[in-house]
Nanobody, 122 residues
Framework: QVQLVESGGGLVQPGGSLRLSCVAS????????MGWYRQAPGNERELVAT????????YHQDSFESRFTISRHNRNKTVYLHMTDLKPEDTAVYYC???????????????WGQGTQVTVSS
């Protein structure tokens, strides 16, 4: 069974940094695009960044590209989001997302992690 498990969230002061990690579990899987979304209270879930299996990253707002870095380690089936210069408006639950092929499905399906809370406050 495929699962995505995030870690690395927490409380950080404005201007601080955090690195989120997301590991995909499951054997005999192939992972295509991985990404990070976030959802603040009362807001819709929004896309932060994606990265394909060749390591090409796409950021979905200029403010993300200037402060966040998405990366991945294919052998470890892990995607990271390194966030710097954090602001109170970055407070949200951050979700990992991935398109994963499994032997059982013999097809790609989209998976979500359970989310990790990031709170930026002094």
């Amino acid at each position: 069974q495929v699962q995505l498990v995030e870690s690395g969230g927490g409380l950080v002061q404005p201007g601080g940094s955090l690195r989120l990690s997301c590991v995909a579990s499951g054997s005999r899987i192939s992972i295509a695009t991985m990404g990070w979304y976030r959802q603040a209270p009362g807001n819709e879930r929004e896309l932060v960044a994606t990265i394909n299996n060749g390591g090409v990253a796409t950021y979905h707002q200029d403010s993300f590209e200037s402060r966040f870095t998405i990366s991945r380690h294919n052998r470890n089936k892990t995607v990271y989001l390194h966030m710097t210069d954090l602001k109170p408006e970055d407070t949200a639950v951050y979700y990992c997302n991935a398109d994963i092929w499994t032997v059982e499905q013999n097809a790609y399906r989209n998976y979500w992690g359970q989310g990790t809370q990031v709170t930026v406050s002094s």
